[in-house]
């Protein structure tokens, strides 16, 4: 399944978004048809994580572990992320 995804190419593009201190985020192929987000939060307290529409490419993902979605009804979403928490993101 990971070698049908294009955003885990080696070559992919690969962008780290800024935000809380303790999330380490990245946007893969985030130039391409099919990006993933990755966000992994690396604190034992939880927090948020904020999606702006105007750093991300599509405004709707589907957690892949969970299914739930999330819409940037506005300019921005905001996440929960328990401690530990990691989150792959994908177009939904």
Known sequence: ????QPAFHPASSQHVLT???ALLTLLRGGDSNA???????????SVALRLDAAS???A??????????????SSSCLLPMMPFQ???LEPA
């Open 1 to 4: 399944a990971r070698r049908r």
């Open 19 to 21: 935000g809380d201190p």
């Open 56 to 58: 991300l490419p599509r």
């Open 60 to 73: 709707a993902w589907r957690d892949l572990f969970s299914g739930e979605i999330f819409v940037l009804t």
């Open 86 to 88: 990691t989150r792959w």
């Open 35 to 45: 990006p993933l987000l990755c966000s992994v939060n690396v604190s034992g307290r």
